[in-house]
């Protein structure tokens, strides 16, 4: 799987939008960018994830240059309970290889 | 969907003993893992199931660990002779073979060897 590079930490003004980037630039064509969040003492949770095209769900909107080799995650309106770790990752989806490689993340620190 | 659940949430042991933890996936996801994750690390992938067979394993998991998913439901990951090291968050997700297979994790065992 691709290596991902995501800033170490991050502030964010609460109800202002947060952006994530995240540097991924020898993905595979058949790698997919997933995000997921990790709040402090609990497991990972799902975010998000594309291929190619831009994607929003409830929780966040992400961002996939053209070129796929960066991504953004964007929490339009960041509370307090957004302050978590976030972990870009990309993986194959083939039904073969299944595990996810975290890096160490971004630490989004929303300030009240 | 009740999510995944671990049990317990919390063990503290005595070095050289041994400790089992359990995982129970979200209902008729046939694809079990098992995570640690240590203190300012992200998780790291210890094995996985698919429905009763365990297809790959880390060279993380040594030969102290073990893993079972004897009906391809729940799992158990057995520690033997636990040492200090093995001080950690263990995180277990289940998936779905169907689609792009999104794993969803439980929130995890800590686990303290003193």
């Known amino acids: 799987d691709a290596k991902t590079t995501q800033p170490t930490s991050m502030d964010c003004a609460e109800g202002r939008a947060a952006n994530l980037p995240c540097n991924h630039s020898?993905?595979?064509?058949?790698?997919?960018v997933y995000w997921y969040r990790q709040i402090h003492s609990q497991g990972p949770q799902y975010i998000i994830h594309?291929?190619?095209n831009n994607e929003t769900n409830e929780m966040a909107s992400l961002i996939i240059t053209e070129d796929r080799k960066s991504s953004t995650l964007i929490l339009p309106h960041a509370t307090l309970r957004d302050t978590a770790v976030y972990y870009c990752?990309?993986?194959?989806?083939?039904?073969?290889?299944?595990?996810?490689?975290f890096g160490t993340g971004t630490l989004l620190a929303v300030q009240p | 969907d009740t999510g995944v659940s671990q049990d317990p949430r919390h063990k503290i042991t005595k070095r050289g003993q041994n400790v089992t933890f359990r995982c129970d996936p979200i209902?008729?996801?046939?694809?079990l893992y098992w995570y640690r994750q240590t203190l300012g690390q992200g998780p790291e992938f210890l094995t996985y199931?698919?429905?009763?067979?365990?297809?790959?394993k880390s060279r993380l998991l040594s030969d102290r660990f073990s893993a079972e998913r004897p009906k391809g439901s729940f799992s158990t990951l057995e520690i033997q002779r636990t040492e200090q090291g093995d001080s950690a968050m263990y995180l277990c997700?289940?998936?779905?073979?169907?689609?792009?297979?999104?794993?969803?994790f439980g929130p995890g065992t800590r686990l303290l060897v003193l």
């Open positions: 209902s008729e996801h046939n694809r």
């Open positions: 997700a289940s998936s779905s073979r169907q689609g792009i297979e999104t794993q969803y």
């Open positions: 020898t993905i595979s064509g058949n790698e997919y």
């Open positions: 990752i990309v993986r194959v989806v083939d039904g073969a290889t299944n595990k996810l490689i």
């Open positions: 199931f698919q429905n009763e067979a365990q297809l790959e």
């Open positions: 594309g291929l190619k």
